[in-house]
T-cell receptor
Framework: AQSVAQPEDQVNVAEGNPLTVKCTYS??????LFWYVQYPNRGLQFLLK??????LVKGSYGFEAEFNKSQTSFHLKKPSALVSDSALYFC?????????FGTGTRLQVFP | DSGVTQTPKHLITATGQRVTLRCSPRSGDLSVYWYQQSLDQGLQFLIHYYNGEERAKGNILERFSAQQFPDLHSELNLSSLELGDSALYFCASSGGGPNSPLHFGNGTRLTVT
């Protein structure tokens, strides 16, 4: 079965520092990978996707993700974190008419 | 604003009761997905409809059912409610297929007492 794993429940980073939120995937065939963000009491918001092509994908709010086939990873990154980036981040994989989410990583950015 | 509308925002009901959650997708989107989010289970896929037809089903309980109507809005029916059904229920819509991101509503928070 196709799945994604987010090994960290929480990531803490100081404002202005680079951030990375990790995701690994397990799929057969070509992966369709996504990152979403959830703010308190809100639905998930789409950040970026990898379908094919360049391994570095740029998305909303300055986020980007690097697809690494050999390591089966799709880590979310941002060069300089903002306090307003604090939220719950979900990695997801599209599999046979459904989007399967990881368990989520809470990002806390400290001033 | 994602363009996906879910009603009601909050619902409090008793065990054994039945409720209906409603979702209006973004204009032009043919796919509707339902998810359940609880603290201990994370974000669980329930069911996906495309243009009125069921396309995929997750670990949806037999007490739960859904449908998508000709005008593309969808309803999720939860019956014989149990305390463990308390959760946030999200609807999402997309144009269909793996290339189309899902756009989520703000959810319906269900509390079963």
């Amino acid at each position: 079965a196709q799945s994604v794993a987010q090994p960290e429940d929480q990531v803490n980073v100081a404002e202005g520092n680079p951030l990375t939120v990790k995701c690994t995937y397990s799929v057969s065939g070509n992966p369709y990978l996504f990152w979403y963000v959830q703010y308190p009491n809100r639905g998930l918001q789409f950040l970026l996707k990898y379908i094919t092509g360049d391994n570095l994908v740029k998305g909303s709010y300055g986020f980007e993700a690097e697809f690494n086939k050999s390591q089966t990873s799709f880590h979310l990154k941002k060069p300089s974190a903002l306090v307003s980036d604090s939220a719950l981040y979900f990695c997801a994989v599209f599999n046979t008419d459904k989007l399967i989410f990881g368990t989520g990583t809470r990002l806390q950015v400290f001033p | 604003d994602s363009g996906v509308t879910q009603t009601p925002k909050h619902l409090i009901t008793a065990t054994g009761q039945r409720v209906t959650l409603r979702c209006s997708p973004r204009s032009g989107d043919l796919s509707v997905y339902w998810y359940q989010q609880s603290l201990d289970q994370g974000l669980q896929f329930l069911i996906h409809y495309y243009n009125g037809e069921e396309r995929a089903k997750g670990n949806i309980l037999e007490r739960f059912s859904a449908q998508q109507f000709p005008d593309l809005h969808s309803e999720l029916n939860l019956s014989s409610l149990e305390l463990g059904d308390s959760a946030l229920y999200f609807c999402a819509s997309s144009g269909g297929g793996p290339n189309s991101p899902l756009h989520f509503g703000n959810g319906t928070r269900l509390t079963v007492t």
